[in-house]
């Protein structure tokens, strides 16, 4: 199975800024990542595809890049709405599997 | 817009069978893969497996053993049988839509199965 991290595990911030989570593959998953948000309470919703495209709906502040095992989710201006654990999931190879997530608070 | 809702038992005892079926509406059974994930009370997401009505399936292997996923087209359904469960099985189990063969873009809410006598 490849191994997905994810980092940090948690962060603060303040309403406003720039945040960044990484997330790498244990091997070689050329761009097919999506990322994920969830919600306490609440089932994940698709934010990001293909590693950087943005699902219909989703806000603009929402980015995602990386190839190959190395990639990044930034929020441009955190939204006190953005409050949520986000996963990174990889689909190169079954099993799909998921990053153990990144609680992000305010 | 496509709705997906779980139905489950809630409590199932050690060494049973776990039951889970999710309901679709707001588009056809027969134009996606459906797939499984679980969560485990405040831990990350598992996939479990994704089934397509004509009858392909695809399991995690570290479930494959215990799991079977179907469809069901005359209900616009699918569903979930684990069995022999355990403690470990105690989970949030999600349904959700396969969109581009890779990405889960429409979620049930979930239904929280816990295992215990």
């Known amino acids: 199975d490849i191994q997905m991290t994810q980092s940090p595990s948690s962060l603060s911030a303040s309403v406003g800024d720039r945040i960044t989570i990484t997330c790498q593959a244990s091997?070689?998953?050329?761009?097919?990542l999506n990322w994920y948000q969830q919600k306490p309470g609440k089932a994940p919703k698709l934010l990001i595809y293909?590693?950087?495209k943005l699902e219909t709906g989703v806000p603009s502040r929402f980015s995602g890049s990386g190839s190959g095992t190395d990639f990044t989710f930034t929020i441009s201006s955190l939204q006190p709405e953005d409050i949520a654990t986000y996963y990174c999931?990889?689909?190169?190879?079954?099993?799909?599997?998921f990053g153990p997530g990144t609680k992000v608070d305010i | 817009q496509v709705q997906l809702q779980e139905s489950g038992p809630g409590l199932v005892k050690p060494s049973e069978t776990l039951s889970v079926i999710c309901s679709v509406s707001?588009?056809?059974?027969?134009?996606?893969?459906w797939s499984w994930i679980r969560q485990p009370p405040g831990k990350g997401l598992e996939w479990i497996g994704y089934s397509y009505y004509r009858g392909s399936t695809n399991y995690n292997p570290s479930l494959k053993s215990r799991v079977t996923i179907s469809v069901d087209t005359s209900k616009n359904q699918f569903s979930l049988k684990l069995n022999s469960v355990t403690a470990a099985d105690t989970a949030i189990y999600y349904c959700?839509?396969?969109?581009?063969?890779?990405?889960?873009?429409?979620w049930g809410q979930g239904t929280l199965v816990t295992v215990s006598s």
């Open positions: 707001g588009g056809s059974i027969t134009s996606s893969y």
């Open positions: 959700a839509r396969v969109m581009r063969g890779s990405s889960f873009d429409y």
């Open positions: 293909d590693a950087s």
């Open positions: 999931q990889q689909y190169d190879s079954l099993p799909f599997t």
């Open positions: 091997q070689d998953i050329s761009n097919y």
